[in-house]
C-alpha cells in the first residue's frame, strides 16, 4: 500500500481541516480501494480531533499518535 | 499618466472607468465575503473552527474552493450515512426475525422502564394487546402495578448496573426463568435493559409431580416388610427402608459410612462382589441369596431380586428387595412373615 505523506505543520485549524478534506477528497478511490493510505503531520492538537472526526463520519478508519514534536494522523480504508 | 489617459479616453470615459472599478471591487468584497461567511457555516457544521482573514488570503480563499472541498466530504459522509443507514437496517430485521423465531419472550426496556421492544411471545406468554404497550411500563403491564413488584429483575440491574439471573420468578401463578441483561452507553451509564422469560410453569409442575411420586414410592419402600436398599456402584448406601434398619441394626448415621459389602457375612462376600461387578457391568441377575451381617454379628439368609439403573449409559445405582430366609437368627426376625 502505497504512503502519502503531508507535513501541515505550522498550519492551524482550520487551514489544517480544510487542507486535510481537499486531500482525502482528491485521493478518496485509492484510500477505498485500499492502495492508499494518507498519513498527516501536524503540530496543531485541534487537528488531531476535527480531522479524524470528520474522517471517520466520511467513513474511513483513522488512527492519531504522538510523536516527539507533532502528531501524525492515518487516515486510510475502514473495516466493515 | 493622468494626461496621457484624458488625451486617450477624455474625461468622462475616465470617470466611468473609475466608477465601474469601484462598482466591480465592491462585487468582489461582496462575494469574498459571502464565501468567507458560507465557508464558516459550513465548517462550524464540521465542528470546526472559523477561518480567520490572517489564515486565508482572499486569493488563497478562491483558489483552493474551501466551499467545494467542504460540500465533496459532505457528499461521502451522506453517502456514509445512507451505507450506514441500510447496514443498521439490515441490522434491525435480522435482531427481528431472531426476535420473532425464539422460544422466549424478550423485552427492551428504557431506563425509566419503558417498554421499547418486545416480540410476539412475550405478548402470548403474558395475554398483551399489542396496542397496550405503548407508552407503559413493565411494571404497569406486566405486573399490573405502578411500583416495583418484590424480587424485581429491572430495579436489580439498575441497581448493580449487573446482569441479573432469577431462576423461578412467579406472577399470576405462572413460573418464569428471567435473564436480564444491562445496556450501558460510553459512559457506564444503563441506558437499557434486555429481559428474557422462559416459561417454566409446565416443568415446575413436571418436577412437584415427580418429586411427589418419589415421595410414594419412598414412602412404599420406607414401610414395606422386606428389606430395600439402593446401592451406588462405589458401593455406599443411597436409600435404606424401615426394614432393612431394623434387621441390620444400624443408624442413619452409621449407614451413612457404611458399604454393601460390610453388611454381607463375611463367608458371602467374596461371591457377592462378584455380583455386584458383573451387575454394574451389564449383567443380569435373577434370584440373589445371600447372607446379610448386622451390627451385632448375626447372621440374615436373604432371597431377593436386584436390578440396575442407568444414567446417560452409565451405572447409577443398584436397587435390592429381599426377604428373610428360614435360619434368620436376627432378633428382628419375628417381624417378618
Redesign the interface.
Known amino acids: 500500500m502505497e504512503i502519502k505523506e503531508i507535513d501541515m505543520r505550522g498550519q492551524?485549524?482550520?487551514?489544517t481541516?480544510?487542507t486535510a478534506?481537499?486531500e482525502?477528497?482528491l485521493n478518496?478511490n485509492e484510500i477505498k480501494s485500499e492502495t492508499l493510505k494518507l498519513v498527516f503531520i501536524t503540530d496543531n492538537r485541534?487537528s488531531t480531533v476535527?480531522i479524524p472526526?470528520?474522517a471517520e463520519?466520511?467513513?474511513y478508519g483513522t488512527t492519531v499518535t504522538k510523536e516527539e514534536h507533532h502528531y501524525r494522523i492515518e487516515i486510510f480504508a475502514a473495516r466493515q | 499618466m493622468k494626461s496621457i489617459i484624458h488625451k486617450l479616453f477624455g474625461e468622462s470615459d475616465l470617470e466611468r472607468l473609475t466608477s465601474e472599478n469601484r462598482m466591480l471591487r465592491e462585487a468582489q468584497f461582496r462575494q469574498i465575503e459571502y464565501i468567507r461567511k458560507k465557508t464558516n457555516q459550513l465548517?462550524l457544521l464540521?465542528?470546526?473552527?472559523?477561518?480567520r482573514p490572517e489564515?486565508?488570503d482572499d486569493d488563497t480563499l478562491i483558489g483552493?474552493d474551501?466551499i467545494g472541498?467542504?460540500a465533496?466530504?459532505f457528499v461521502?459522509?451522506l453517502?456514509?450515512?445512507k451505507?450506514l443507514n441500510e447496514r443498521l437496517r439490515v441490522a434491525h430485521d435480522e435482531i427481528q426475525a431472531i426476535l420473532a423465531s425464539v422460544g422466549i419472550g424478550i423485552m427492551v426496556l428504557d431506563s425509566n422502564m419503558n417498554v421499547q421492544i418486545y416480540n410476539q411471545r412475550m405478548l402470548e406468554m403474558f395475554g398483551l394487546d399489542e396496542g397496550r404497550l405503548s407508552g407503559k411500563t413493565c411494571c404497569q403491564v406486566i405486573c399490573g402495578s405502578d411500583s416495583y413488584p418484590p424480587n424485581c429483575a429491572f430495579e436489580r440491574i439498575m441497581e448493580t448496573r449487573r446482569p441479573v439471573h432469577q431462576t423461578d420468578w412467579v406472577q399470576n401463578g405462572k413460573h418464569f426463568e428471567v435473564s436480564g441483561v444491562p445496556v450501558k452507553n460510553r459512559f457506564g451509564d444503563v441506558t437499557q435493559v434486555v429481559l428474557a422469560y422462559t416459561d417454566i410453569t409446565r416443568r415446575i409442575e413436571t418436577e412437584r409431580n415427580l418429586r411427589d411420586r418419589e415421595q410414594m414410592y419412598l414412602d412404599v419402600f420406607e414401610n414395606a416388610g422386606d428389606i430395600v436398599q439402593c446401592v451406588a456402584p462405589d458401593g455406599s448406601f443411597i436409600f435404606v427402608n424401615r426394614a432393612w434398619r431394623e434387621h441390620l441394626g444400624y443408624s442413619s448415621d452409621e449407614i451413612a459410612g457404611l458399604k454393601i459389602w460390610n453388611i454381607i457375612a463375611p463367608e458371602n462376600r467374596t461371591d457377592c462382589i462378584e455380583h455386584f461387578n458383573s451387575l454394574l457391568k451389564g449383567g443380569q441377575l435373577s434370584e440373589v441369596e445371600t447372607v446379610f451381617f448386622s451390627k451385632d454379628c448375626k447372621e440374615l439368609p436373604v432371597k431377593g431380586h436386584v436390578t440396575i439403573s442407568y444414567s446417560n449409559g452409565k451405572p447409577m445405582a443398584t436397587f435390592g428387595m429381599f426377604r428373610i430366609e428360614q435360619g434368620d437368627i436376627s432378633s428382628a426376625s419375628g417381624q417378618q412373615s
Open positions: 492551524i485549524c482550520p487551514s481541516f480544510i478534506l481537499r482525502i477528497n478518496k485541534d476535527t472526526e470528520t463520519n466520511m467513513g | 465548517l464540521m465542528g470546526t473552527l472559523p477561518i489564515e486565508l483552493i474551501p472541498v467542504v465533496e466530504s461521502q459522509i453517502g456514509h450515512e451505507d
